[in-house]
């Protein structure tokens, strides 16, 4: 059945393959429009370059006037990640714009992870360490890296 | 964006938060559609049990406005209602909406040169416009028929929703063409940019009178309010926006909700 949320999803999973954004990349599974997997390469020049994180994407007929949940399946060490993979970025929650398409979603979410907000920890630790031991927090993220080559 | 230290881990409350929400909305949308039939404006006295001030004011503005339309309490309300109230005028206007039409259709290039982004924005200007061309007072079968059209069209969530992210686009674009003088309407110390973002273009969020003017200059359209409050006086005070206009849609706003007016 077709509903807008399906037919804007189907747009965006054109775009991104005629016009994929460098570092991410994202596909419905096999039977579910609603439920897409991600990977997003850690940025060069961070701690998380090399990495391959995978997330999950799960929208609802809402969308786009409502964000989609978005979680990473890799465990990843980051201020503004939970334990449980959920991301805390402002545009996944109170500034969602319904502009906003799977490829911005997957590009803001890259960039929070070269620039993390400590100021709103979803891990108090990373957080910590983030601002005040940043050797041990790159050790911390780059064992999350290697982490992410065996899952 | 809130977390809660428990057994040592950290809780993500955003998602217990996001769950009770929905279940509030799931209530609010199972007992109201989003645009009602029209309604006399008596029926507003049972929600105030009597209210010596409130009964007082229901019964002058009775005196001038025929019908309501209630609208979803959903946060768009201002958007659906204006958005409702000013198509419905266009049907009996043909050359006012075919002003309107031309204003649609160009609008979307003006909102790409001011940035906002193509690919999603064609998809939500595509719905504005279907939207527009179904209720054509120059198509065949009359005043009536577009009136019906436009009814079960306001009431199709998806249609709906796509034509208020489209006017909070436009009152976004309005916001940042005109920031120097939007800026004063700004409490704290927000900038327009800030504002557009979280205040405006996110689905759901309640309108402001800066809303309001934004989106009433950008489109030409006359807009007044009447409040409908607890202050004294048997007098409702009404509101035109932008001031000075001529208006043509007529909103009820009572304390964090706007409904549909009908004058006499």
């Given at each position: 059945?077709?509903?807008?949320?399906?037919?804007?999803?189907?747009?965006?999973?054109?775009?991104?393959?005629?016009?994929?954004?460098?570092?991410?990349?994202?596909?419905?599974?096999?039977?579910?429009?609603?439920?897409?997997?991600?990977?997003?390469?850690?940025?060069?020049?961070?701690?998380?370059?090399?990495?391959?994180?995978?997330?999950?994407?799960?929208?609802?007929?809402?969308?786009?006037?409502?964000?989609?949940?978005?979680?990473?399946?890799?465990?990843?060490?980051?201020?503004?990640?939970?334990?449980?993979?959920?991301?805390?970025?402002?545009?996944?929650?109170?500034?969602?714009?319904?502009?906003?398409?799977?490829?911005?979603?997957?590009?803001?979410?890259?960039?929070?992870?070269?620039?993390?907000?400590?100021?709103?920890?979803?891990?108090?630790?990373?957080?910590?360490?983030?601002?005040?031991?940043?050797?041990?927090?790159?050790?911390?993220?780059?064992?999350?890296?290697?982490?992410?080559?065996?899952? | 964006?809130?977390?809660?230290?428990?057994?040592?881990?950290?809780?993500?409350?955003?998602?217990?938060?996001?769950?009770?929400?929905?279940?509030?909305?799931?209530?609010?949308?199972?007992?109201?559609?989003?645009?009602?039939?029209?309604?006399?404006?008596?029926?507003?006295?049972?929600?105030?049990?009597?209210?010596?001030?409130?009964?007082?004011?229901?019964?002058?503005?009775?005196?001038?406005?025929?019908?309501?339309?209630?609208?979803?309490?959903?946060?768009?309300?201002?958007?659906?209602?204006?958005?409702?109230?000013?198509?419905?005028?266009?049907?009996?206007?043909?050359?006012?909406?075919?002003?309107?039409?031309?204003?649609?259709?160009?609008?979307?290039?003006?909102?790409?040169?001011?940035?906002?982004?193509?690919?999603?924005?064609?998809?939500?200007?595509?719905?504005?416009?279907?939207?527009?061309?179904?209720?054509?007072?120059?198509?065949?079968?009359?005043?009536?028929?577009?009136?019906?059209?436009?009814?079960?069209?306001?009431?199709?969530?998806?249609?709906?929703?796509?034509?208020?992210?489209?006017?909070?686009?436009?009152?976004?674009?309005?916001?940042?063409?005109?920031?120097?003088?939007?800026?004063?309407f700004?409490?704290?110390?927000?900038?327009?940019?800030?504002?557009?973002?979280?205040e405006?273009?996110?689905?759901?969020?309640e309108s402001d009178h800066i809303h309001i003017?934004?989106?009433?200059?950008?489109?030409?359209?006359?807009?007044?309010?009447?409040?409908?409050?607890?202050?004294?006086?048997?007098?409702?005070?009404?509101?035109?926006?932008?001031?000075?206009?001529?208006?043509?849609?007529?909103?009820?706003?009572?304390?964090?909700?706007?409904?549909?007016?009908?004058?006499?």
């Open positions: 059945m077709s509903t807008p949320a399906r037919r804007r999803l189907m747009r965006d999973f054109k775009r991104l393959q005629e016009d994929p954004p460098t570092g991410v990349s994202g596909a419905p599974t096999d039977n579910n429009i609603m439920i897409w997997n991600a990977v997003i390469f850690g940025p060069h020049d961070t701690p998380f370059e090399d990495g391959t994180f995978k997330l999950t994407i799960e929208f609802t007929e809402e969308y786009p006037n409502k964000p989609p949940t978005v979680r990473f399946v890799s465990k990843v060490f980051h201020p503004n990640v939970y334990a449980d993979g959920g991301i805390c970025l402002d545009i996944l929650q109170n500034r969602w714009s319904p502009t906003y398409d799977v490829s911005a979603i997957l590009t803001s979410i890259q960039s929070l992870l070269s620039d993390p907000n400590p100021n709103s920890p979803a891990n108090s630790t990373a957080a910590q360490l983030y601002k005040e031991n940043r050797r041990e927090y790159e050790k911390r993220v780059k064992a999350c890296v290697e982490q992410s080559f065996i899952d | 964006m809130e977390s809660v230290e428990q057994d040592g881990e950290q809780v993500n409350r955003d998602d217990l938060i996001l769950q009770q929400q929905r279940e509030i909305e799931r209530e609010i949308s199972d007992s109201t559609p989003l645009v009602s039939d029209q309604l006399p404006l008596t029926c507003l006295t049972a929600e105030y049990d009597g209210d010596a001030v409130f009964t007082a004011k229901i019964q002058t503005l009775a005196s001038k406005y025929k019908y309501m339309r209630r609208t979803r309490p959903d946060g768009n309300c201002f958007f659906r209602a204006f958005a409702y109230s000013y198509l419905e005028w266009l049907i009996s206007n043909k050359a006012a909406y075919d002003k309107f039409r031309s204003i649609a259709e160009t609008s979307k290039d003006k909102l790409i040169q001011l940035g906002f982004p193509s690919f999603t924005l064609e998809d939500f200007h595509g719905t504005f416009m279907e939207v527009i061309n179904r209720v054509n007072p120059h198509n065949p079968g009359g005043v009536e028929k577009n009136q019906n059209e436009l009814h079960t069209i306001f009431n199709e969530q998806g249609y709906s929703d796509y034509v208020i992210v489209y006017l909070r686009l436009m009152t976004s674009g309005k916001l940042q063409e005109d920031a120097e003088f939007y800026q004063h700004i409490e704290g110390d927000m900038t327009i940019e800030e504002f557009r973002h979280q405006v273009e996110p689905m759901f969020k003017i934004a989106l009433s200059s950008a489109l030409g359209v006359g807009v007044r309010v009447e409040y409908l409050d607890r202050a004294e006086g048997g007098t409702v005070k009404a509101h035109d926006f932008p001031e000075g206009a001529q208006p043509m849609v007529f909103l009820i706003y009572r304390p964090g909700h706007y409904d549909i007016l009908y004058p006499n």
